[in-house]
């Protein structure tokens, strides 16, 4: 995963005509495409990286708390953190874009791919499936190394983080720090339904992590119809179609209905 220069475009407003020629759209599209970062999430409390930048974290940049690198050089602190975004995500709930998009999924069998940078599980509990997670999941752990025999998740020593009596290899979140590759299948069909789709939605990603904001510049070449939902400008403005500046949770109910 890699990061990508801003592009400031300017903002697009937005007609009451325009909700009802999207959704003609997504009434005729063969298949639709569906892009989800924070942002979407943002309305059910889970902070933004952007938000995120008070507080006591704030002082660490994104790359020292989400890296081989900074886990190494600080293992208790970045593991303090991945522990409070945890207690943060079970607190919260799916909001109202999650629950639209689920429900037009399961309306819809086989006609939509939705894919997430979220590693918060809201758009499983909202009842999603499938949902392709290209940045893993928040909830689960798995090794740094590559497993020894001595290596057993049942059986771990301490908790900053939880280590291997055996070996001393260290138990980290399974989530795509900077730097990693994404999971190879996911990435594939993800990248396939790019091709594949006549329309897609970008919903609350500021664009800037590649390879996930690639698949919009990968459905634009492939001459679908691209639709950024952000109340900012983002990086991907350039390659869509229409741009609303819109919250996702007020706006998704309305379109997917
Ligand atoms: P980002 O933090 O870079 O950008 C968030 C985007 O959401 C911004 O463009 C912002 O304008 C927009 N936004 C804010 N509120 C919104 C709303 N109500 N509706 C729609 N859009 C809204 O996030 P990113 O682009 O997803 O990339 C950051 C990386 O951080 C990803 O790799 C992701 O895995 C990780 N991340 C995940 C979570 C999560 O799982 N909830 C939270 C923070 C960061």
Known sequence: MSFAPLDTSASLPLADTEIASLRQRLHNARHLLVLTGAGASAESGVPTFRDAQTGYWAQFSPEEMASEAGFLAHPQRVWDWYQYRRDLV????PNAGHVALAQWQARHSGRMTLVTQNVDGLHQRAGS???LCLHGNLMDNRWLLPPKPCCDVRFTEGDAPPQCPGCGNYLRPAVVWFGEALPHAELQQAQDAAK???LM????TSGHVYPAAGLAHIA???GAHVVVINPEPTALDSVADRCWRLPSAQILPALLA
Do not use: F, K
């Not at 079970?90 to 709930?93: A, D, E, I, Y």
């Not at 939605?201 to 609350?204: A, D, E, K, M």
């Open 201 to 204: 939605l970008v919903i609350g």
């Open 129 to 131: 499936t499938p949902v």
């Open 90 to 93: 079970r607190q919260v709930m």
């Open 220 to 222: 634009a070449r492939g």
């Open 196 to 198: 594949a789709c006549d």
